[in-house]
């Protein structure tokens, strides 16, 4: 792979993005504190390039994730299991596929020699340079590329190399792949599609590395909107979506590729969409998120039950469209209260539609109003990622104003 | 001998097409503006390029339109009570009522149902010329699209990539002078669409659009390629729009009378095929009245018979989005069965089917 590929400007760092936020700003600062006593033996100790707090520790403090992994207990139904990270749970599952399905081909950006988060590493040896191949730079091209396929009835998995450039495909998504059945009276579809896509905040991802724009392909009837939270969830979730006889969407939380490992089995195995998941049952507020968010809103539970009291009853809402509102509603009317969590802007964000339908159906056993604790109305920002994201304590305190409502 | 016969043949398909259209023609607009049908798009002076391009395919050969590829669907044999169910939107509609007319498709004869967003089709074609190139299938995509769609990302999108994954595809672009209202002179400054093939490592032609034998020939010819080298080829064929965009278009506004009427009289496909076929004495003035009388009259009928049918069950409003019917739309469809029992009076429920 040659640099200049790695250095091109709309991915620069990111091949880096796989390692933790913690080893870069490492490197970040061995960087400052090497330019600075250069620039002091050149004599500039006292000018305007020597930062103010070189050499002291407040600039470079470690940054800490949001949040901490918390693997589920370990699956005794699928057979024997491996040690897996999400990246290699999604391995597993597309090699899973391809193994399965002889129709099946998996194409998208730098997919052949492994992927930018070594998602698809190993797989273009395993099965052939027609089955895992490489695309021109072009996400229009690549989703209506798909579609095609899928058309023909072969199995088609894209790859758009970040959820912030889903963007030029969306006219293919919406206006194509999801309108396809329907529009044709179901002579044709494009069903046998999955795209996948990293998603979510990283750290230090920026304005187009961190997005998580669910929202929009939400407003869309005819796809699947699919996040999993977990590498053992990632797997059973991606395995569904390329089964499922709809387009799926399938975003995967980048910042968990790694941070993310637990027991996942080698064989296939389905979790089914549209089911959304209590994950811990509880009696006083519903939590619900999806993605990294679950682990923020589990630790948030944990708090509540130590300083609070308080029984928190937490949902992963696993599939956004169609969504699973029956078991939502179902525990808001045991606890009376809800609270939604998401990393993307709060503006017309998912939350608003869960909060909508929820206050609809569940209006009279509602204790409070329904909370959401979402990303502010701005661009995703670089530096200021620590303010920006609903943090644990975003979170904790939206929950303790509910509880004394 | 046989070239007379399949000559013959091709020109009565040619013409059925004609009368087809010939019923949009002014005077028998009527038809849309009296709101019967909703919209209608017409294929005056391109019928060589359906016809010319569609004689050349297999007939299991994959089609992906824009929409003014009528004629490749009628080569195909598709019936006029389907092409008319379609522009009625009435129960018998294999696309059940969904989209505006023409707005075609038919699985059995391999032309993948028409969307009205520009150029979409042209990297879906691609990927399921790949599909077919894996498969082993000895079949290849055709991809029409016009001068105008060609500007679309998408265009650029699907010749890339046919080109680097070697995909056996025909990219057929009907160069037919005129995107609504926008000249050739205001969509491109370059020559052409043909002209950008090579810019893409893609074998490229332009043709007589209105020859429907060049149209064949090159489509032939490309179609034999594209099966033994797995490679896409353009074809360009030079027409002209003789109709206006649509019924909801007047082209007077932007273009003149004699212009349209040069094309109608000096060069138009069907009138140069007639000419050769007379010329060879493989027809004649009595046949070409006869048949004119007799498309002419199986259209009216067929118009007569659709626009007699029933359109389909509102239920059919909330099938299709999925595979299966998610909850909430069942939920949603019954909440309309239920308005319908209470406000049904204030919907034309009549004209449906129960």
């Given at each position: 792979?040659?640099?200049?590929?790695?250095?091109?400007?709309?991915?620069?760092?990111?091949?880096?993005?796989?390692?933790?936020?913690?080893?870069?700003?490492?490197?970040?600062?061995?960087?400052?504190?090497?330019?600075?006593?250069?620039?002091?033996?050149?004599?500039?100790?006292?000018?305007?390039?020597?930062?103010?707090?070189?050499?002291?520790?407040?600039?470079?403090?470690?940054?800490?994730?949001?949040?901490?992994?918390?693997?589920?207990?370990?699956?005794?139904?699928?057979?024997?299991?491996?040690?897996?990270?999400?990246?290699?749970?999604?391995?597993?599952?597309?090699?899973?596929?391809?193994?399965?399905?002889?129709?099946?081909?998996?194409?998208?950006?730098?997919?052949?020699?492994?992927?930018?988060?070594?998602?698809?590493?190993?797989?273009?040896?395993?099965?052939?340079?027609?089955?895992?191949?490489?695309?021109?730079?072009?996400?229009?091209?690549?989703?209506?590329?798909?579609?095609?396929?899928?058309?023909?009835?072969?199995?088609?998995?894209?790859?758009?190399?970040?959820?912030?450039?889903?963007?030029?495909?969306?006219?293919?998504?919406?206006?194509?792949?999801?309108?396809?059945?329907?529009?044709?009276?179901?002579?044709?579809?494009?069903?046998?599609?999955?795209?996948?896509?990293?998603?979510?905040?990283?750290?230090?991802?920026?304005?187009?590395?961190?997005?998580?724009?669910?929202?929009?392909?939400?407003?869309?009837?005819?796809?699947?909107?699919?996040?999993?939270?977990?590498?053992?969830?990632?797997?059973?979730?991606?395995?569904?979506?390329?089964?499922?006889?709809?387009?799926?969407?399938?975003?995967?939380?980048?910042?968990?590729?790694?941070?993310?490992?637990?027991?996942?089995?080698?064989?296939?195995?389905?979790?089914?969409?549209?089911?959304?998941?209590?994950?811990?049952?509880?009696?006083?507020?519903?939590?619900?998120?999806?993605?990294?968010?679950?682990?923020?809103?589990?630790?948030?539970?944990?708090?509540?039950?130590?300083?609070?009291?308080?029984?928190?009853?937490?949902?992963?809402?696993?599939?956004?469209?169609?969504?699973?509102?029956?078991?939502?509603?179902?525990?808001?009317?045991?606890?009376?209260?809800?609270?939604?969590?998401?990393?993307?802007?709060?503006?017309?964000?998912?939350?608003?539609?869960?909060?909508?339908?929820?206050?609809?159906?569940?209006?009279?056993?509602?204790?409070?109003?329904?909370?959401?604790?979402?990303?502010?109305?701005?661009?995703?920002?670089?530096?200021?990622?620590?303010?920006?994201?609903?943090?644990?304590?975003?979170?904790?305190?939206?929950?303790?104003?509910?509880?004394?409502? | 001998?046989?070239?007379?016969?399949?000559?013959?043949?091709?020109?009565?398909?040619?013409?059925?097409?004609?009368?087809?259209?010939?019923?949009?023609?002014?005077?028998?607009?009527?038809?849309?503006?009296?709101?019967?049908?909703?919209?209608?798009?017409?294929?005056?002076?391109e019928?060589g390029t359906?016809?010319g391009s569609?004689?050349a395919?297999?007939?299991?050969?994959?089609?992906?339109?824009?929409?003014?590829?009528?004629?490749?669907?009628?080569?195909?044999?598709?019936?006029?009570?389907?092409?008319?169910?379609?522009?009625?939107?009435?129960?018998?509609?294999?696309?059940?009522?969904?989209?505006?007319?023409?707005?075609?498709?038919?699985?059995?004869?391999?032309?993948?149902?028409?969307?009205?967003?520009?150029?979409?089709?042209?990297?879906?074609?691609?990927?399921?010329?790949?599909?077919?190139?894996?498969?082993?299938?000895?079949?290849?995509?055709?991809?029409?699209?016009?001068?105008?769609?060609?500007?679309?990302?998408?265009?650029?999108?699907?010749?890339?990539?046919?080109?680097?994954?070697?995909?056996?595809?025909i990219f057929f672009c009907r160069n037919?002078?005129?995107?609504?209202?926008?000249?050739?002179?205001?969509?491109?400054?370059?020559?052409g669409i043909a002209?950008?093939g090579?810019?893409?490592?893609?074998?490229s032609i332009r043709v007589d659009g209105n020859d429907v034998f060049a149209v064949y020939n090159a489509t032939k010819e490309a179609?034999?390629?594209?099966?033994?080298?797995?490679?896409?080829f353009l074809i360009e064929a030079m027409t002209?729009?003789?109709?206006?965009?649509?019924?909801?278009?007047?082209?007077?506004?932007?273009?003149?009378?004699?212009?349209?009427?040069?094309?109608?009289?000096?060069?138009?496909p069907?009138?140069?095929?007639?000419?050769?076929?007379?010329?060879?004495?493989?027809?004649?003035?009595?046949?070409?009245?006869?048949?004119?009388?007799?498309?002419?009259?199986?259209?009216?009928?067929?118009?007569?018979?659709?626009?007699?049918?029933?359109?389909?069950?509102?239920?059919?409003?909330?099938?299709?989005?999925?595979?299966?019917?998610?909850?909430?739309?069942?939920?949603?469809?019954?909440?309309?069965?239920?308005?319908?029992?209470?406000?049904?009076?204030?919907?034309?429920?009549?004209?449906?089917?129960?």
């Amino acid at each position: 792979m040659e640099l200049s590929s790695l250095l091109t400007r709309r991915r620069v760092g990111m091949a880096a993005a796989a390692s933790t936020a913690g080893r870069l700003l490492r490197l970040g600062a061995v960087r400052a504190e090497g330019h600075c006593r250069r620039l002091r033996r050149a004599g500039l100790e006292r000018g305007f390039l020597q930062p103010t707090s070189a050499g002291k520790d407040a600039a470079q403090k470690r940054h800490v994730a949001h949040f901490t992994f918390q693997p589920d207990r370990e699956s005794q139904e699928h057979g024997q299991t491996q040690k897996m990270n999400l990246f290699q749970a999604v391995t597993s599952a597309l090699d899973n596929s391809l193994a399965k399905d002889p129709t099946a081909v998996i194409f998208g950006e730098d997919v052949a020699f492994g992927g930018v988060f070594r998602c698809t590493v190993g797989l273009r040896d395993k099965y052939g340079k027609d089955r895992v191949f490489n695309t021109p730079l072009c996400e229009q091209g690549i989703v209506g590329f798909g579609i095609g396929i899928a058309v023909t009835g072969a199995t088609a998995i894209a790859e758009i190399q970040f959820a912030d450039y889903i963007f030029p495909a969306f006219d293919q998504i919406v206006n194509e792949a999801a309108k396809y059945r329907y529009r044709s009276g179901d002579l044709f579809n494009c069903g046998s599609l999955t795209i996948r896509s990293p998603w979510g905040c990283v750290g230090h991802g920026g304005l187009y590395h961190s997005q998580c724009p669910e929202a929009f392909f939400a407003h869309c009837p005819g796809i699947k909107v699919v996040i999993p939270r977990s590498p053992f969830q990632a797997k059973g979730l991606l395995l569904s979506c390329i089964e499922d006889k709809n387009p799926c969407i399938f975003f995967e939380p980048k910042i968990l590729y790694r941070a993310a490992v637990e027991q996942v089995p080698v064989e296939p195995y389905t979790i089914p969409l549209s089911q959304a998941e209590v994950i811990q049952e509880g009696s006083d507020i519903t939590l619900v998120a999806w993605g990294t968010q679950v682990h923020v809103i589990r630790e948030v539970a944990l708090m509540a039950r130590e300083k609070l009291g308080v029984s928190c009853e937490i949902i992963d809402l696993r599939t956004i469209i169609p969504w699973d509102v029956d078991t939502v509603c179902k525990s808001v009317i045991k606890t009376g209260r809800l609270l939604i969590s998401h990393e993307a802007p709060l503006t017309g964000g998912f939350a608003s539609e869960i909060s909508s339908t929820v206050q609809e159906e569940c209006f009279l056993n509602l204790e409070a109003p329904i909370s959401r604790v979402c990303g502010y109305d701005t661009p995703f920002p670089h530096i200021f990622e620590p303010f920006y994201i609903p943090d644990k304590w975003k979170c904790y305190d939206a929950l303790r104003k509910m509880i004394n409502y | 001998m046989a070239a007379a016969v399949s000559a013959a043949s091709v020109w009565r398909q040619s013409l059925a097409q004609a009368a087809l259209l010939l019923l949009r023609r002014p005077g028998v607009r009527g038809l849309a503006r009296s709101g019967r049908i909703s919209f209608y798009m017409t294929n005056y002076g391109e019928e060589g390029t359906h016809v010319g391009s569609a004689a050349a395919l297999d007939s299991t050969d994959l089609v992906f339109g824009q929409y003014r590829e009528a004629g490749v669907l009628m080569y195909r044999d598709y019936p006029l009570e389907l092409f008319m169910a379609q522009c009625y939107g009435n129960m018998s509609d294999p696309g059940k009522g969904r989209q505006m007319p023409v707005h075609y498709g038919c699985k059995e004869r391999h032309f993948v149902t028409i969307s009205s967003p520009l150029a979409t089709q042209i990297p879906q074609a691609v990927g399921a010329a790949y599909a077919a190139k894996r498969a082993n299938a000895n079949r290849i995509v055709i991809c029409y699209f016009g001068e105008g769609a060609a500007s679309e990302g998408d265009a650029h999108a699907g010749f890339n990539f046919a080109a680097t994954l070697e995909c056996p595809i025909i990219f057929f672009c009907r160069n037919n002078g005129y995107a609504i209202s926008t000249p050739t002179y205001e969509q491109y400054r370059g020559d052409g669409i043909a002209a950008r093939g090579p810019g893409y490592g893609i074998m490229s032609i332009r043709v007589d659009g209105n020859d429907v034998f060049a149209v064949y020939n090159a489509t032939k010819e490309a179609r034999r390629r594209a099966v033994a080298e797995n490679q896409p080829f353009l074809i360009e064929a030079m027409t002209y729009r003789i109709g206006h965009h649509s019924t909801s278009d007047d082209s007077s506004a932007y273009r003149s009378v004699d212009e349209v009427n040069y094309w109608d009289k000096q060069d138009h496909p069907i009138s140069r095929l007639r000419h050769y076929l007379v010329s060879h004495g493989w027809w004649d003035e009595d046949q070409e009245k006869t048949w004119r009388k007799q498309s002419r009259k199986m259209v009216m009928e067929a118009f007569a018979q659709a626009e007699r049918k029933l359109k389909p069950n509102p239920n059919l409003l909330f099938s299709d989005v999925y595979q299966e019917m998610p909850a909430q739309l069942r939920k949603q469809q019954e909440s309309l069965a239920q308005h319908l029992q209470t406000y049904g009076e204030h919907y034309p429920l009549d004209h449906f089917d129960k």
